[in-house]
């Protein structure tokens, strides 16, 4: 029984350059978020997705970052030009359809990304 | 105001004391709640889930909502080294999947 899946566990960028997390969710969920934890703070939402969709992204930079899932392969979280600030731990979380009172969201052990 | 506050400041007990964490939240369209366990560098884990206000009990965890003040607790009794960790509370509101976390509780606890 595999769990979410993300890798690489450690990324490092110099700024500039692109950083390309990747999440696996547990097999038979079809809905992906991505949160970030920055040092000293809580995880913060970043964006929703099922496969192909975006259906929310309220917590996303507006520039730079994107996500996609698309109907085959993992979830990939993008981040373009990294800056110092983008450094943080990147959580990839998935569950089944639309949370019912029952269903949650099972996290995976994160990306760390140090960007020099 | 920060939807969800969680006082961050370490926690260090005695290994068998009990553990009292909290969190309050202010907005009133929240009904699910969660804890999560969080070791040094891993992801969150899943502890407890309650949608309605109460006590909830788990083993050695007890889940407490308060859904008219706003107030979420979790208790561990006979706490033990292997508890020591970052303890996270999170919450949603209906038919909205993005959960919304406090920052986290340091526990350590002593043998």
């Known amino acids: 029984n595999a769990g979410v899946m993300q890798n690489p566990r450690h990324l490092v960028r110099r700024r500039g350059q692109e950083a390309r997390l990747r999440c696996s969710p547990v097999?038979?969920?079809?809905?992906v978020y991505w949160y970030r934890q920055l040092p000293e703070e809580g995880l913060k939402f970043m964006v929703y997705?099922?496969?192909?969709?975006?259906?929310?992204e309220s917590g996303m930079p507006k520039e730079r970052f994107s996500a996609e899932f698309p109907k085959e392969g993992p979830s990939i979280l993008r981040i373009q030009q990294v800056v110092r600030g983008d450094s943080a731990a990147y959580f990839c979380?998935?569950?089944?359809?639309?949370?019912?009172?029952?269903?949650?969201?099972?996290f995976g052990p994160g990306t760390r990304l140090t960007v020099l | 105001q920060k939807e969800v506050e969680q006082d961050p400041g370490p926690l260090s007990v005695p290994e068998g004391a009990i553990v009292s964490l909290n969190c309050t939240y202010s907005?009133?369209?929240?009904?699910?709640f969660m804890w999560y366990r969080q070791y040094s560098r891993k992801g969150p884990e899943l502890l407890m889930y309650?949608?309605?206000?109460g006590n909830k009990e788990d083993g050695r965890f007890t889940a407490q909502v308060d859904k008219s003040s706003k107030y979420i607790s979790l208790f561990i009794r006979d706490s033990q080294p292997s508890d020591s960790a970052t303890y996270l509370c999170?919450?949603?509101?209906?038919?909205?999947?993005?959960?919304?976390f406090g920052k986290g509780n340091q526990v350590v606890v002593i043998p």
């Open positions: 097999k038979g969920h079809s809905h």
């Open positions: 999170a919450m949603r509101g209906r038919g909205n999947n993005r959960l919304a």
């Open positions: 309650t949608y309605s206000s």
């Open positions: 979380a998935s569950s089944h359809a639309q949370l019912s009172n029952t269903d949650t969201q099972y």
């Open positions: 997705l099922q496969k192909e969709n975006i259906i929310d």
């Open positions: 907005n009133s369209a929240f009904q699910y």
